[in-house]
């Protein structure tokens, strides 16, 4: 399964063109998740919410690799793509993830229990 179809990229995309004139300001859009992925052997998570239009290989998101310290920041989605659990399975899409807040909720929740819920 591919990590992100177009759409998907189009929409991270689109969200890194609006927030790159913010970025760094008070008035940074909190934007809510576009895409879950996860480890399915491993206990890691990353909620995206943008990508680096300057750098397509750069998104932005919650990251959780399960070790009890999810943060918010960048990733390389090359990486993403790369990474294997302990079993040897990739990084998989939620294909039924529906955010309900926006990404500072999740990160708050996350914070609070160690890992990202939902």
Known sequence: MQIL????????????????PLRGTDGEID???????????????????????????????????????????NVSLTELASVRGRLGLPVERDRHFKPDRALSGYAEEARAFGRVRG
Do not use: H, S, Y
Not at 37 to 52: C, N, S, V
């Open 5 to 20: 179809t177009q759409d998907l990229r189009e929409k991270l995309l689109a969200n890194g063109r609006q927030q790159q």
């Open 31 to 73: 934007f809510m998740p576009v895409v879950k992925l996860f480890t399915p052997d491993a206990g890691a998570t990353w909620l995206l919410t943008e990508i680096d239009p300057d750098d397509p290989d750069i998104a932005f998101g919650l990251c959780d690799l399960g070790l009890g310290c999810p943060e918010i920041g």
